[in-house]
């Protein structure tokens, strides 16, 4: 049902490796957000945008970077890769307004070897 | 700054059973809404339901329904016949901006 998708959905990559993660919505939200999840845990939010050429960082301190420069597109990168990088990413987006509600993507499960 | 605590880890519950799950938050908004989402075994994250502070009536979507006690800061969901498919991660947030969730409650539907 949600309009937002998450690329790629597993990635294994060796350490010291640049990676990009890709979030795409189409539903126009200015909104959006990438938290970290170990499986089955709690969600650490580690990045999330007001709109374009927007970004903050979140509660969790976080070696990645996110870009804003069109509103349906989110992507996160990591310069280096570690094995402390293992973990899900997961990228959401909200509708605007205090009722707003969120949509998430599937998630990309990262490991780095 | 929001804050929310879900103090359950993990519950169980029998099928056609009713379980409470907990919340409570503490925020400085005058008027905010308070959201549940569920977490499936490796699906995506959904929403169950929603309720305005400013709302005295507590919000009910088919068997899932709150209890909103705003003095307490309060927020908990209580499912009603509870099915199988229920089984999944349970996420209280309070608000959007930023979108920020408690630790989670793992439940477990019991056949």
């Known amino acids: 049902e949600a309009d937002i998708y998450q690329t790629p959905r597993y990635l294994v990559i060796g350490t010291g490796k640049k990676i990009t993660l890709e979030c795409s919505q189409t539903m126009g939200h200015d909104k959006m957000y990438w938290y970290q999840q170990d499986p089955g845990m709690e969600l650490h939010l580690i990045h999330y945008?007001?709109?374009?050429?927007?970004?903050e960082k979140g509660d969790l301190s976080s070696e990645s970077t996110v870009s804003r420069i069109r509103t349906e597109h989110f992507p996160l990168t990591l310069e280096s890769a570690r094995p402390s990088h293992t973990s899900q990413y997961l990228c959401?987006?909200?509708?605007?307004?205090?009722?707003?509600?969120?949509?998430f993507g599937q998630g990309t499960r990262l490991t780095v070897v | 700054a929001q804050t929310v605590t879900q103090s359950q880890p993990e519950m169980s519950v029998q099928e056609a059973e009713t379980v409470t799950l907990s919340c409570t938050y503490d925020t400085s908004e005058n008027n905010y809404y308070l959201f549940w989402y569920k977490q499936p075994p490796s699906r995506q994250m959904i929403l169950v339901i929603r309720q305005e502070a400013y709302k005295q009536q507590n919000a009910t979507e088919n068997r899932f329904s709150v209890n909103f006690q705003k003095a307490a800061k309060s927020f908990s969901l209580k499912i009603s016949d509870s099915q199988l498919g229920d089984t999944a991660m349970y996420f209280c947030?309070?608000?959007?901006?930023?979108?920020?969730f408690g630790k989670g409650t793992r439940l477990s539907v019991i056949a």
């Open positions: 945008s007001y709109g374009v050429n927007s970004t």
């Open positions: 947030s309070s608000g959007n901006t930023p979108l920020v």
């Open positions: 959401a987006s909200s509708e605007s307004g205090l009722r707003g509600r969120s949509f």
